[in-house]
Nanobody, 124 residues
Framework: QVQLVESGGGLVQAGDSLRLSCAAS????????MGWFRQAPGKEREFVAG????????QYAASVNGRFTISRDNAKNMVYLQMNSLEPEDMAVYSC?????????????????WGQGTQVTVSS
């Protein structure tokens, strides 16, 4: 079992930056790929970014590529999402997730553990 707790969400203006954090506890953190997903009202949950267990593989949704950066610190059991140049379209509940498998994908259904989420609100 892996427990995930997100923090860092809030209300910002378009063009601002935010850094989300996800603290993991439970089983060995470095065994898992980590990812960030988001869900806006009335929309399905969508993949934002993923990082392999050692940081060697990064993947981003096209909509955030170049603006968002995912990173992890295995010594601290933490994963981060740096979000720059935020847009109103980025407004959603952001959740981190953990995946134990050979290669993560952008499909929410394959990820094993989820946090509760943190709200990001972007005003125009």
């Amino acid at each position: 079992q892996v427990q995930l707790v997100e923090s860092g969400g809030g209300l910002v203006q378009a063009g601002d930056s935010l850094r989300l954090s996800c603290a993991a506890s439970g089983r060995t953190f470095s065994n898992y790929a980590m990812g960030w997903f988001r869900q806006a009202p009335g929309k399905e949950r969508e993949f934002v970014a993923g990082i392999s267990w050692n940081g060697g593989r990064l993947q981003y949704a096209a909509s955030v590529n170049g603006r968002f950066t995912i990173s992890r610190d295995n010594a601290k059991n933490m994963v981060y999402l740096q979000m720059n140049s935020l847009e109103p379209e980025d407004m959603a509940v952001y959740s981190c997730a953990a995946y134990q498998g050979p290669r993560f994908t952008d499909q929410p259904s394959v990820w094993n553990y989820w946090g509760q989420g943190t709200q990001v609100t972007v005003s125009s």
